[in-house]
């Protein structure tokens, strides 16, 4: 399992990058200063780091600086309010694998991490990583081709129907609501109000077959 350590000191966005990540199979470990981020992506223990510039005690950008200095290699994905090109630049330069501006879709934090945890580990085969496919039963999710294998029959899916189904594919048999489907497939600046996953839960449900997703009424949805 790959380890995640977050350096973010909004404790909300620290919290629901936590939480989605854990969803998502990978271990997270959670700092809100600089100091302690730059002690813990040190030790070797962490296969990534999500990096806010704007840390207290320690600029991220100063973390990031001093330990490309000392040769610590790790994958850094910096995540922040900061969007001028020149703090971009920077921050590139300055040794980050990645920049991504808040705020920010989950279902994109996902993917560049998938891609930078990919990145570090030349060798790897896709087809034997389960942080790639997903499957229940005779279903397979490919999450790197974006397609559902179904009866030995592969169907393309969109990006939102990949999110919608890895979320079923993470949670088997648990009842998931409407919000939290929400909060887990188009992140932190959804519509509470939204029909939105209704609607890509009947794409879906064309796509796999109705009767693998199940309406329980008044709660939400479940993957059976």
Request: glycine share 8%.
């Amino acid at each position: 399992m790959s380890r995640i350590l977050i350096a973010e000191d909004d404790r909300g966005i620290a919290d629901f990058i936590e939480r989605g990540l854990t969803a998502a199979g990978y271990a997270c470990d959670v700092v809100d200063s600089g100091p302690p981020a730059f002690a813990m992506a040190r030790t070797g223990d962490f296969d990534l780091m999500i990096l806010d510039l704007g840390l207290p005690h320690m600029d991220g950008a100063d973390v990031l600086e001093q330990l490309r200095a000392l040769g610590v290699q790790i994958p850094v994905l910096v995540l922040t309010a900061r969007t001028k090109v020149e703090d971009r630049v920077k921050a590139l330069e300055g040794g980050a694998n990645d920049y991504m501006p808040k705020p920010f879709q989950f279902a994109e934090l996902l993917a560049r991490v998938r891609l930078r945890l990919a990145d570090s580990s030349p060798g790897a085969e896709p087809t034997g990583d389960s942080s790639v496919q997903l499957s229940r039963d005779d279903m397979v999710l490919d999450l790197r081709t974006q397609r559902v294998r179904i009866d030995e029959k592969w169907k393309d899916l969109s990006r939102r129907e990949v999110g919608l189904l890895e979320t079923f594919l993470r949670h088997p048999g648990q009842i998931l609501s409407r919000a939290q489907l929400l909060s887990m497939v188009w992140g932190m600046d959804f519509d509470p109000g939204s029909n939105v996953v209704d609607v890509y839960v009947r794409t879906l449900r064309k796509k796999i077959g109705a009767e693998r997703i199940e309406t329980i009424r008044g709660s939400g949805y479940r993957l059976v």
